[in-house]
């Protein structure tokens, strides 16, 4: 199959959430068709690295998305009443590209990566929207959650409206859970709908030892300037630590990831609060912990950083509404807490023992895996592009 790839952002690391499914498909796509990548990049480095993709590929093109001025772009066209992150995403430099390119005519499907980019399809060509979960959604739990609710809901509103528009569009829409499968279906009925899970590269994720001296400690690692990664950051230290601190005093709760904002950087003034910003490699501090939490009060589709904590071997302690994210199949090693007593409870208590890792790690690797979830996007999209029988 000739098959277009669009993507909101750079498949060239798999080193950040919505990176980690594009750049896993994009590699087993291109070992098996031919493959043309057009995507946003949002530093040099990223372009950089994927324009080194090349030789895999039929063709690559990226574009760096500057965010202040695709923000002030989307903030005019949404006062006219189109959807910010329609706008945000709808990129002159991408769409002149594939207006110019000759081998848009051979195309034989189109995988859209997230909603907005589903903006930039050719006319024509089977459309393949790897919606993964309902963005809109998130702007409606904004509405609930944070100020100027009106935004969010218009916002959520508009999102929502494109988001039909496109899936009825598409001869498949893929999410990556049951539970917003079935929140699309019931919002938008003309879905036809595949659930493809991600997967985790237990060949860098794998249990290792935490140092002999550790203090006790709790790790969470996200990406710091996503509200909901923050506010849970900042929940869970206010709300939560300070109990588990004062029953095992040598505790500590360690918090890493990228570009954390000032509410989360204050966080370290707290006794046992651990801030570090932007580690080059995660995976030494979550093998440091004695277990990962997962505090997110707001969680949406698959959280990676749970699958790949559980892949180092470690307990994850998740809210209820991050477990209600794997449905009725909640991975074992996850404990779902909701009081302080039970993070507590939880935190007394926090190695697996080996038949429960192992019971992890099989779970993991058959219902997580990379290859069968590629295997299975690639039937999606070769029916996709097969014609009707007659």
Known sequence: MN????????????????????????TRLAARHRVHLACLSRTPEETARTLALAPSLASVFVSQLSHKSALARAAVR??????????????GGLARHLAAASWTNDLDAVLVYSAAMAAHA???????????DLDSEKWFEYDRLRCLPLLYRLEGQRLRKFEQSACARAAATILMTGNEAALVRQSIPAARIEIIANGVDFNYWTPAPAP??????????GQLDYFPNSSGAIWFARDIFPTL??????????????????????????????????????????????AVVAPLTLARGLQNKVLEALAMGKRVLATPQLALTFGQDLPPGISVCDTPAQYLA??????????????????LRQNFC????????ISVMEHASAPPSM
Request: hydrophobic share 45%; net charge positive.
């Open 3 to 26: 098959i277009l790839y669009l993507s909101h952002c750079a498949p060239d690391l798999p080193d950040k959430g919505e990176k980690i499914r594009a750049h896993h498909f994009l």
């Open 245 to 290: 601190r004062a029953a095992i005093p040598a505790l500590e709760f360690v918090i890493a990831g990228r570009n954390p904002g000032r509410g989360v950087l204050s966080l370290a003034s707290l006794p046992g609060v651990r801030v570090i910003a932007s580690p080059p490699d995660v995976r030494p501090i979550i093998a440091a912990a004695s």
């Open 212 to 221: 002999a001296a550790a203090n006790p400690s709790l790790a969470f690692v």
């Open 78 to 91: 949404y006062a006219l009443g189109r959807s910010l992150t329609v706008e945000y995403y709808r990129h």
């Open 122 to 132: 050719p006319p024509g060509v089977p459309l393949v929207l790897d919606l993964c």
């Open 370 to 377: 990379w290859d069968s979830a590629a295997n299975r996007l």
């Open 346 to 363: 939880a935190a007394h208590s926090p190695t697996l023992s080996p038949n429960e890792l192992s019971a992890v790690l099989t779970h």
